[in-house]
């Protein structure tokens, strides 16, 4: 069983910058591909951002693209999602997949992290 465990979220304002981390317990962590989506209230989860195996390709939601950047640290077990100049419709819970092949099949979620931007 691979556990996926967010952190990061938190309460900011807009323009302001976050760093969402998840941690995955398993030591085949650079066997996965990597995501991260999020779910605003009302809404259906939605696709932000993913990461292939060695980091060397990367995808994202128009949506914030040039704002959010996916990276992966493999001798960490650890995805992030840096994201920038944040706005209010970011404001969403947080999660990150972990899958196979690519484009990418998710197999395994997070139990997610709560992002909130103010205006």
């Known amino acids: 069983q691979v556990q996926l465990v967010e952190s990061g979220g938190g309460l900011v304002q807009a323009g302001d910058s976050l760093r969402l981390s998840c941690a995955v317990s398993?030591?085949?962590?650079?066997?996965?591909?990597m995501g991260w989506f999020r779910q605003a209230p009302g809404k259906e989860r939605e696709f932000v951002a993913a990461?292939?195996?060695?980091?060397?390709?990367?995808r994202y939601a128009d949506s914030v693209k040039g704002r959010f950047t996916i990276s992966r640290d493999n001798a960490r077990d650890t995805v992030y999602l840096q994201m920038n100049s944040l706005k209010p419709e970011d404001t969403a819970v947080y999660y990150c997949?972990?899958?196979?092949?690519?484009?990418?099949?998710?197999?395994?979620w997070g139990q997610g992290t709560q992002v909130t931007v103010s205006s």
């Open positions: 997949a972990a899958g196979r092949n690519w484009p990418p099949e998710y197999v395994y």
């Open positions: 990461i292939d195996w060695s980091g060397g390709r990367t």
């Open positions: 398993r030591r085949t962590f650079s066997s996965y591909v």
